[in-house]
């Protein structure tokens, strides 16, 4: 296995951004990362790295933090731009990201899961499916639904 260093190094941008898009939270996608690869690297430390693993990890966590507090958190926005972008640029990509955010937030918990398992966590259908006990036809369904439900969000929202 690659050293703890490595494998978090690999993965960790990939899970903050699956996390993120679950959550919609920022604050807490970064809480969740660090205790997923807390749990990850104590449990199963010596093993081969398994990212599905961590990832189902990851989603445990989330789905625990989210059933305890019961309502959707707002999104934080911190001042985290890159140096190179202009102001107006920065509000234009902040408005763009809040926008989407807000988007999967009101798609339904297993469509916001999916686009973010699709989108972030760079799975295959096959290892999501696995994760989340269905069959990939079903995950290829159930994607290409909340993909046009998003679509169906942000365009209404645009009107």
């Known amino acids: 296995m690659k050293n703890g260093a490595e494998f ?3 993965n ?5 951004a699956y996390l993120l898009r679950m959550t919609g939270d920022l ?3 970064a809480d969740l990362v660090q205790e997923s690869f807390v749990r990850y690297l104590d449990r199963y430390g010596d093993q081969k790295s398994n990212r599905a693993l961590l990832y189902t990890i990851a989603r445990n966590a ?3 933090i989210m059933r305890r507090h ?3 958190a707002g999104v ?3 001042d985290h731009a890159d140096p190179g972008t202009s102001p107006e640029q920065t509000v234009i990509d902040r408005q763009a990201l809040t926008r989407m955010l807000m988007a999967v937030q009101q798609l339904a918990p297993m469509e916001r899961e999916l686009i973010a398992l699709v989108v972030s966590a ?3 259908y096959r290892e999501i499916a696995r994760m989340l006990n269905i069959s990939e036809a ?3 369904v159930k994607v290409h639904r909340a993909r046009v439900r998003l679509r169906e969000i942000l365009a209404s929202e645009a009107v």
């Open 12 to 16: 960790r941008e990939r899970l903050y």
């Open 122 to 124: 760079d799975l295959s």
């Open 27 to 29: 604050q807490l996608a």
């Open 62 to 64: 989330a789905l625990d």
């Open 138 to 140: 079903n995950v290829k």
């Open 8 to 10: 978090y190094k690999a």
């Open 76 to 78: 934080e926005m911190d």
């Open 70 to 72: 019961k309502a959707d």
